[in-house]
Nanobody, 126 residues
Framework: QVQLVESGGGLVQAGGSLRLSCLGSGRTFSSNVMGWFRQAPGKEREFVAAISWSGDSTYYADSVKGRFTISRDNANNTMYLQMNSLKPEDTAVYYC???????????????????WGQGTQVTVSS
């Protein structure tokens, strides 16, 4: 069982930066592929980025590639999302998620992740 808690959201002007954190509990954190998703009002939840167990492999949605960086610190059970050059269209609730323990693959669909945080709001003003 993995429990996830996000933090770091807030209000920022376009062009600014934020860093989101996701603190995980449970002994298997380092054995879970992790991801970030986001959901804007009236839209479906969409994939943002994913990271492998060790952190040496990452994958990004085209919309954030080159602006966002996903990373993890397994010693502290924490995953991060550094968001730079933010745009108003990045406004959404951001969720961290984990795949089942020991399942590989940087997947991009919500059904491939079974553990979810409660979300943190990111608002980018123009």
């Amino acid at each position: 069982q993995v429990q996830l808690v996000e933090s770091g959201g807030g209000l920022v002007q376009a062009g600014g930066s934020l860093r989101l954190s996701c603190l995980g509990s449970g002994r298997t954190f380092s054995s879970n592929v992790m991801g970030w998703f986001r959901q804007a009002p009236g839209k479906e939840r969409e994939f943002v980025a994913a990271i492998s167990w060790s952190g040496d492999s990452t994958y990004y949605a085209d919309s954030v590639k080159g602006r966002f960086t996903i990373s993890r610190d397994n010693a502290n059970n924490t995953m991060y999302l550094q968001m730079n050059s933010l745009k108003p269209e990045d406004t959404a609730v951001y969720y961290c998620a984990a795949r089942n323990t020991r399942l590989p693959g940087l997947r991009v669909t919500t059904r491939d992740y079974i553990y979810w945080g409660q979300g943190t709001q990111v608002t980018v003003s123009s």
